[in-house]
């Protein structure tokens, strides 16, 4: 798989605190299983030992189903791991950084939250953007809301994939794509999940019926 071809349309965040109880790597295992098509490690209280061991098992799990592991804010991390690529906020790592680290081939996402940031990511390389957070979300509590147009505008002024970030459950899932999403980043909407298998394979068919 090139980083060309990587698909974005139900995309796996980590975080161990809404797995309701269930054990981390059986629960990642299970939304692989059922389909999901991209993974980001996000352990943000992971010390750099923590990170690496859960990575590498991560990655062993995702080279498994044949799916594409990029890791939280950490290029040395990403590195060493052996992932895909990386996925950068504002106030992290320069791209440059990120290419010169991981070559050419490596996935680097960039998150945007106004055209400006989005073009300008996109001129520097990014391979995909994440725009959000289009709703309320646990794991971010200070984010700021994206209106559904700046979205819309983020979409139509650059040319590689936005991803739509932030809160997003399955009932908010047919109506990011609707505003020209390619796919949507999801943490709770996916591992704290009642039955993830089933939410999984729902997402894929929805997204599969507005293709």
């Not at 992971?46 to 950490?74: M, T």
């Not at 047919?174 to 909407?189: D, F, K, P, R, T």
Request: aromatic share 6%; proline share 2%; hydrophobic share 45%.
């Amino acid at each position: 798989m090139t980083k060309k071809t990587i698909d974005y349309s139900v995309y796996l965040v980590t975080d161990t605190h809404c797995l309701k109880g269930r054990d981390f790597y059986a629960a990642v295992e299970e939304a692989l299983k059922a389909g999901v098509t991209l993974v980001q490690l996000r352990e943000k209280d992971a010390s750099w030992e923590e990170l690496l061991a859960k990575g590498k098992r991560v990655k062993a799990l995702c080279d498994r189903y044949g799916v594409p592991l990029l890791i939280d804010d950490n290029i040395a991390a990403a590195k060493e791991i052996g992932a895909a690529g990386v996925h950068l906020g504002q106030e992290d790592a320069a791209i440059e950084k990120a290419r010169q680290e991981l070559g050419t081939d490596a996935v680097v996402g960039i998150s945007a939250h106004n055209v400006a940031e989005a073009t300008e990511a996109q001129r520097r390389g990014a391979d995909y953007l994440g725009a959000g957070a289009l709703y309320p979300t646990g794991s971010k509590k200070d984010a700021k809301l994206l209106p559904a147009q700046t979205f819309r505008a983020i979409v139509a002024a650059v040319q590689i994939p936005v991803v739509g970030i932030g809160g997003i459950h399955e009932d908010q899932y047919a109506q990011v794509l609707e505003l020209g999403a390619s796919g949507c980043a999801m943490i709770s909407g996916i591992l704290g999940a009642e039955d993830i298998t089933a939410t999984v394979t729902r997402l894929k068919a929805l997204y599969a019926a507005r293709r």
